[in-house]
């Protein structure tokens, strides 16, 4: 039969205030507080579970676990330039708001871990994907997977060698990217916005990361500006190679990971 929902009410003030009411005894009980987190209102979303674990703290329960397949602000688990680490906070918000456990999936760093005073249980999502692949795509042999940027190589390299298929890693922009975040904002000397003169696309040393195209963007694009560009290829059990672009489209499936 499982276990039923429990029973609590929203109310959603016109100032965009958020009141919850729990509607029945939870004292001495384990709380789990389902919340996906994900969304285009996540700081609602976030704010909605927090609200209600400091609720059922108040009402006496005896643990409040929250589940949240996706944490918000996980990608902010590092100082950049003059910001905030935003995960920390969210890590100290939802210890004060009763949370003793929290279970997700995927963090963005598992160091992130290290943010909260109670446990925390980083589940997996790969060997479901993997078993998916394998089920439903009956050629999935014939395939690479590709890492659309360097940054994303460790992540791909776990399911090409799951899979036993070759891997491919774009190089675009991203190491720019990285230097950027790195960066405190202060610059000496200070940046150029003139770009090289012997190679209009390559940046020139003192080139603000601003300037160039971002790694949203897809490196195909740009594959017309240089003249040569290629991708590195390797499969975990047999050497490295260099192949052309086109090249890739001769597999059958592509990972894009």
């Avoid at 609590?8 to 016109?14: A, D, G, H, N, Y």
């Avoid at 997977?145 to 791909?156: F, Q």
């Avoid at 000496?188 to 300037?211: I, R």
């Amino acid at each position: 039969a499982g276990i039923r929902l429990g029973d609590c009410e929203m109310t959603t003030f016109s100032n965009g205030e958020i009141q919850i009411n729990v509607k029945e005894s939870v004292r001495g009980k384990n709380v789990f507080i389902i919340q996906t987190g994900s969304g285009p209102s996540m700081n609602n979303a976030l704010m909605e579970m927090l609200i209600l674990s400091y609720a059922c703290k108040t009402a006496s329960a005896a643990r409040i676990i929250a589940v949240m397949p996706y944490l918000p602000y996980s990608r902010q688990s590092r100082m950049r330039k003059r910001s905030s680490i935003a995960c920390k906070l969210v890590a100290q918000m939802m210890k004060r708001s009763g949370v003793g456990h929290l279970i997700t999936m995927d963090l963005h760093q598992k160091e992130i871990q290290g943010f909260f005073d109670f446990p925390v249980d980083n589940l997996r999502a790969s060997p479901f994907l993997v078993q998916y692949i394998r089920d439903n795509i009956p050629d999935y042999r014939n395939a690479v997977v590709v890492a659309r940027h360097p940054g994303a190589a460790r992540r791909a390299t776990t399911y090409a060698e799951r899979l036993n298929l070759a891997i491919a890693v774009v190089h675009g922009d991203y190491r720019y990217e990285e230097k950027e975040h790195e960066k405190d904002g202060r610059d000496s000397p200070p940046p150029s916005a003139s770009l090289s003169p012997t190679c209009p696309t390559a940046p020139s040393p003192f080139q603000s990361p601003k300037d160039l195209p971002s790694v949203n963007e897809s490196a195909f694009t740009y594959s017309s500006e240089f003249r040569h560009f290629s991708l590195v290829v390797w499969h975990p059990r047999s050497s490295i190679y260099i192949i052309d672009l086109k090249f890739i489209f001769n597999f059958s499936v592509i990972f894009l990971i």
